[in-house]
């Protein structure tokens, strides 16, 4: 079974700055196999594509509304992928989840993911 834990949500103003956490976990779970990343959903809202981030971290997708603001990494030896959060602003407001697919290609496809997380909830102030 495996498991996908974010952390690192939380109140900020706009203009601030957070750093999201997902700690892979799973008996038969090979995590540097797997691309990783995050996909983001509203109150009222599709869910949608936010980062991801290939096995070994040498190719890396973003949304157009973060692209400049966000740093999406992985760390292979502990199991975890980040996201770094700038410039914060009140539109992105979501539930953070992570994800795991087994091919790259899949992204930004929520519906083709193989694993989630059950999400951290960001909330902007304006």
């Known amino acids: 079974q495996v498991q996908l834990v974010e952390s690192g949500g939380g109140l900020v103003q706009a203009g601030d700055s957070l750093r999201l956490s997902c700690a892979a976990s799973g008996r038969f779970f090979t995590f540097n196999t797997y691309a990783m990343g995050w996909f983001r959903q509203a109150p009222e809202k599709e869910r949608e594509f936010v980062a991801s981030i290939n096995w070994d971290g040498s190719n890396t997708r973003y949304a157009d509304s973060v692209k400049g603001r966000f740093t999406i990494s992985r760390d292979n030896a502990e199991n975890m992928v980040y996201l770094q959060m700038n410039s914060l602003k009140p539109e992105d407001t979501a539930v953070y989840y992570c994800?795991?697919?087994?091919?790259?290609?899949?992204?930004?496809?929520?519906?083709?993911?193989?694993?989630w997380g059950k999400g951290t909830l960001v909330t902007v102030s304006s």
């Open positions: 994800a795991a697919s087994d091919s790259d290609y899949d992204f930004p496809y929520h519906r083709a993911m193989d694993f």
